[in-house]
């Protein structure tokens, strides 16, 4: 427990919270003060458990100090530097990418709590602010709707779950409607599991993590590759080359068409068709890595023929 006085008071206030100075570390904090001592123990579990996520969309927090002497517990929080998520959306008509890579960031520091076992008090957007290098955070620590005291992060149950989930889906659904709302129909629209999210209707068939690499495969949209070699001659894969059929060299033995639809590769196979010697007879999407093989095991080996795949997964960099 850190002494009171190493936080100093500056005079600004962010809605309840209290501007300070970290006179030890020489950095500007946010102080919390709202707890009671009772709160202390319940604090200092939740405030380890967060601390453990080290998740670049969560705001981080310090530390745990007393107030003055019967002014109850604060919690010391990162002091983020830019908008809120509630300004950001009344600011001017965002294009795909950036609804994308905001509900990505979003799903992201939900999904993180979600591995911890919490759930936030609150996902609405007063809650999420973005820091000096414009990355979305979310603060797990907030004061109570009535203005009295603080809520502490929520121990997360099936139903929490879901209805962070909803929330989640409400919000794209709402952003869905402010942004997309052109003549122009957006890629993301007309993405089959995302489709839940812009409709606001979740149907508890995916869970948050399957959303969350979805928004993430929609945000690095025709920025994959893949290299693929079939008798000693490479080719590649990519937006600006997006299907290559393959023929065995004998007439009607297979053959195996792999496209890419800017997200995923898939194959679809005829005749005898093995994806690492696994016979497939309908379209499929292919592994990171693979062997395909055109000519049944049956069939001698200069009779079979390998063609290898590999795929790049380029990562979204906030």
């Known amino acids: 427990m850190s002494a009171a006085p190493r936080y100093i008071l500056d005079g600004t206030t962010v809605g309840t919270s209290r501007g300070a100075h970290d006179a030890h570390l020489q950095r500007d904090v946010l102080l919390k003060p709202w707890w009671s001592a009772a709160d202390r123990d319940a604090l200092r579990r939740i405030i380890a458990s967060v601390a453990g996520l080290q998740n670049k969309h969560i705001a981080d927090v310090y530390d745990l100090v007393e107030m003055n002497p019967g002014n109850g517990l604060a919690i010391v929080e990162e002091r983020l530097t830019g908008s809120d998520l509630a300004t950001w959306d009344s600011s001017t008509s965002r294009n795909e990418g950036e609804v994308l890579r905001v509900l990505l960031q979003m799903t992201g520091a939900v999904a993180a709590l979600h591995s911890y076992g919490l759930s936030a008090p609150s996902l609405e957007a007063g ?4 820091d000096a290098d414009g990355l979305l955070n979310l603060s797990v620590f907030v ?55 812009w409709q606001g209707a979740p149907s508890g068939a995916y869970a948050l993590d399957a959303y969350h690499q979805r928004l993430h495969a929609c945000v690095v949209r025709d920025q994959h590759r893949a290299m693929v070699v079939y008798r000693q001659r490479p080719m590649e894969l990519s937006a600006k080359n997006r299907a290559l059929t393959l023929t ?6 297979a053959k195996a068409t792999i496209s890419y639809d800017g997200i995923t590769f898939v194959i679809k196979p005829t005749g005898e068709a093995y994806l690492n010697n696994v016979p497939i007879s309908a379209p499929t999407q292919m592994p990171n890595s693979c062997i395909l093989t055109l000519g049944a095991p ?21």
């Open 298 to 318: 049956t069939r001698s080996w200069a009779e079979r023929h390998f063609i290898t795949f590999d795929a790049s997964q380029p990562e979204v960099v906030f």
């Open 248 to 253: 065995h060299p004998a007439e009607g033995v």
């Open 127 to 130: 809650h999420w602010r973005f």
């Open 143 to 197: 004061a109570s709707p009535s203005g009295r005291g603080g809520v502490i992060p929520l121990q997360l149950t099936e139903a929490r779950r879901a209805e962070d989930v909803r929330y989640l889906a409400a919000y794209a659904k709402q952003r869905a409607t402010r942004h997309f709302a052109g003549p122009t129909i957006v890629p993301a629209l007309s993405d089959p599991m995302l489709r839940e999210l």
